[in-house]
């Protein structure tokens, strides 16, 4: 960082209250983000945030699951009319 040469105080007041403001805003952006953060660990979000990865999972193979499983289940019926 190269040193800045100031003609006069103005300028250097003028410096320290963008630092001072750019050093707020920063500040402001941490809460911001700390509070986001502490949302999305609520056992809700959590829970939420399973149960859709779950359901778009599910809901892409559902076809190949319902495939798989249908031979078994009518396998069940049909034994379970002839009593075995």
């Known amino acids: 960082m190269e040193n800045k ?6 300028e250097i ?3 320290l209250e963008i630092l001072k403001l750019e050093k707020e805003i ?3 952006k941490l809460v911001l983000s ?9 056992p809700q979000y959590i829970v939420s945030g399973v149960f ?5 999972y599910l809901s892409n193979s559902y076809p ?3 495939q ?3 031979p078994y289940i009518i396998n069940w019926f049909i034994n379970k009319k002839r009593g075995n």
């Open 5 to 10: 040469k100031y003609a006069s105080y103005a």
């Open 13 to 15: 007041e003028r410096d």
């Open 26 to 28: 920063n500040y402001q």
């Open 34 to 42: 700390f509070q986001r953060t502490k949302e999305s660990i609520t």
């Open 52 to 56: 859709s990865s779950y359901k778009e």
């Open 64 to 66: 190949r699951i319902l």
């Open 68 to 70: 798989s499983i249908l």
